[in-house]
């Protein structure tokens, strides 16, 4: 597949302001806990990216009616139907295991093939099926389908043994239609699940306890309309505070929740970076002199394992060697070879990494392997000396509204070579 590339012209220290758009993580689940409501919803702040297109494919293709008005979608699902989500829907659009949950709280069976791995790793929904049984649901899985067969679906209890945000958010979803109580135990904590609670508790859905490990869900009988402001996005925040970091710049990020990204802000400031957190927003001055880090990933409230490649260029230019551990995705190293191409000197032994400070990257041709490997390397780029070419742009496009606008208000030069005018 051809796609977009960037052209990044290192050297520029960031500053000025950045505003963040709503959070990729949050949008998803609620555009597929849409379909539960029967009347129209409405979702504001929702970010202009691919996934989100995917989404809105997604939803037509079950017969919802998406209308979309700027940043403000109004969604009917009114006239949803049952559908099989084939091979080549699951394949090209890893979102749409999002809709497990829903469909089958809503109608009481699915139909959906297997979804394949992807770059991070190998993505499996073992945890998500095993709370579809505790619900009553007969999964069984054959020819690389899942189907789940849920007659009499009833409320249960749920330990997850890890606590997996996608299939909280399933296992939320598919219960609030459902009879009698369930209980979710070592649920994720994710402010994307405090986000999705309060979409569905707004539409009548009876919910207590996301940000907490146990979530308790009363099954109603059915769900109305609702209106909903998105939380800011805390990833995209972080990577805009670790680009001010990275380039030694000064940069105030607006539309932020600062509860969000503490073990962020907590890394930063051991960095050497300076921050001050205000009434949404924070601002974040960088150092010429960053302290190396030690880093694990964990589940929320730990540090984000979407933060880590970026974090891993900063650590790239700290003054001694860093150690990163990635705890949650097995394979989220890919950057690590592209990275080394600039200059860095990075060493891997499965999950840990080991980040030895230089003084200098220089600019390269490498290609993005996933959506935050795609922001990493644009934060490298822009320290680089020497231009870098960004392949594989499509990942950023998932995740990050309007980057190179964002970036290059900031004084960043970033440039998009449209794939009709590459060769
Ligand atoms: C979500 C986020 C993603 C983030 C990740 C971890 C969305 C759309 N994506 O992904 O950006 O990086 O959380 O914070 O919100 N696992 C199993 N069995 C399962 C489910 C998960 O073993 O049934 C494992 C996964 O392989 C992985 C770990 O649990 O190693 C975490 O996965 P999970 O929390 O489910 O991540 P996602 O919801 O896919």
Redesign the pocket.
């Known amino acids: 597949m051809k796609t977009d590339k960037f052209v990044v012209v290192g050297g520029k220290k960031l500053s000025g302001k950045i505003r963040v758009s709503g959070s990729?993580?949050a949008v998803?689940?609620i555009m597929a806990a849409s379909i539960l409501s029967n009347r129209e919803v409405v979702i504001h702040d929702v970010p202009s990216i691919s996934d989100v297109m995917e989404m809105t494919k997604m939803l037509e293709i079950l017969g919802a009616k998406v209308k979309k008005e700027g940043n403000v979608y109004t969604i009917d699902s009114s006239n949803v139907q049952p559908q099989e989500f084939s091979e080549s829907i699951v394949r090209k659009i890893r979102?749409s295991s999002?809709f497990m949950g829903p469909m089958l709280g809503k109608f009481g069976s699915i139909k959906v093939a297997y979804p394949g791995g992807c770059n991070i790793?190998?993505?499996?929904?073992?945890?998500?099926l095993k709370g579809f049984e505790k619900l009553n649901a007969v999964v069984v899985e054959r020819h690389g389908y899942i189907e789940a067969n849920g007659a009499n679906l009833q409320g249960g209890i749920i330990y997850l043994d890890?606590?997996?945000?996608?299939?909280t958010?399933n296992l939320v979803m598919a219960a609030c239609l459902i009879p009698g109580d369930t209980v979710i135990k070592n649920a994720?904590r994710?402010p994307?699940i405090v986000d999705l609670q309060n979409f569905l508790n707004s539409m009548g859905a009876r919910i207590r306890g996301s940000g907490t490990d146990t979530i308790k869900i009363t099954g109603v009988k059915k769900l109305g309309t609702v209106e909903h402001y998105l939380i800011p996005d805390r990833?995209e925040a972080g990577t805009h505070m670790i680009a001010a970091a990275v380039t030694g710049g000064d940069i105030v990020v607006e539309n932020v929740i600062t509860d969000h990204l503490v073990p962020l802000t907590s890394k930063l400031k051991d960095a050497g970076c300076q921050i001050d957190e205000g009434d949404y927003q924070v601002r974040v001055q960088g150092t010429t002199h960053i302290r190396p880090l030690d880093i694990k990933t964990l589940?929320?409230p730990g540090f984000?394992?979407?933060l880590q490649p970026q974090m891993m260029v900063l650590l790239t230019f700290a003054q001694g060697t860093s150690v990163i551990v990635e705890n949650?995705?097995?394979n989220r190293f890919k950057h690590v070879d592209e990275l080394r191409r600039l200059g860095a000197e990075i060493k891997v032994e499965g999950r840990i990494a080991i980040v030895k400070g230089v003084k200098k990257l220089t600019g390269a041709f490498v290609a993005a392997t996933d959506l935050r490997a795609a922001s990493a390397l644009v934060l490298a780029g822009l320290v680089s000396e020497e231009a870098t070419v960004i392949e594989n742009i499509h990942y950023l496009d998932r995740g990050y509204e309007d980057f190179e606008r964002k970036y290059n208000n900031l004084g960043a030069k970033i440039i998009r070579v449209n794939n009709s005018l590459s060769s």
């Open positions: 990729k993580n998803l689940p979102a999002l790793g190998s993505r499996p929904i073992d945890l998500h890890f606590p997996s945000v996608g299939a958010q994720a994710e994307e990833i589940p929320y984000p394992t979407d949650i995705f097995e």
